[in-house]
């Protein structure tokens, strides 16, 4: 079965670069989904389809996937960025897989 | 706005049955497919059923098939799953999700509803 390989954790200092990737077999040919879910809150999307940004979302965030390897890209991380972050997919038409999600701390 | 409400969640003894409910609002629901999703405590978001806008395609994770049976009124615009044999690994917050698309990502989620599977 597909699955997506987040790292547990990622630290990024206030108004610098964070980046959190999201692992799969050739998920380059998929479209993936990110959703931010911060603490006792339902997760939000915050790009769809690889790279589109819901009306709300600042530009700092955006995505890119390639290979086996889809990356979601915080610019100018700011302290209310802290949650916990999720890639989505669909392993195929009719089953839709989480990665396990990945912490992202702000220093 | 677009809105998703689900209730119907609460304490239940292993192999009993739950229904929930997720009212929607904003939107023409029968256009859209929808979703849930649930997180165990402390875990992370697992997929676990989907149906078409028309309700014709119904599709589920094996950790729940055979047991929940997803469903929709969209004369009521709610989306229903109905949970049977529950056992203590479905504890879980409950999610319901419009799908922007199909096989597309879900927006918005529901503020969920907790299912407690315990004797």
Known sequence: SFELTQPLS????LEQTARIT???NNIGSKIVHWYQ???GQAPVVVLYRDNNRPSGIPERFSGSNSGNTAT???SRAQAGDEAD???QVWANSTAGIFGGGTKLTVL | EVQLVESGGGLVQP???LRLSCAASGFTFSSYAMTWVRQAPGKGLEWVSGISGGGGGTYY???VKGRFTISRDNSKNTLYLQMNSLRGEDTAVYYCAKNLGWNDGFDPWGQGTL???SS
């Open chain 1, 85 to 87: 972050y999720y890639c």
């Open chain 2, 115 to 117: 299912v407690t599977v």
């Open chain 1, 72 to 74: 979601l890209t915080i």
């Open chain 2, 61 to 63: 994770a094996d950790s």
């Open chain 2, 15 to 17: 192999g009993g049955s």
């Open chain 1, 22 to 24: 999201c692992g799969g």
């Open chain 1, 10 to 13: 990622v630290s990024v200092a």
């Open chain 1, 37 to 39: 879910q911060r603490p």
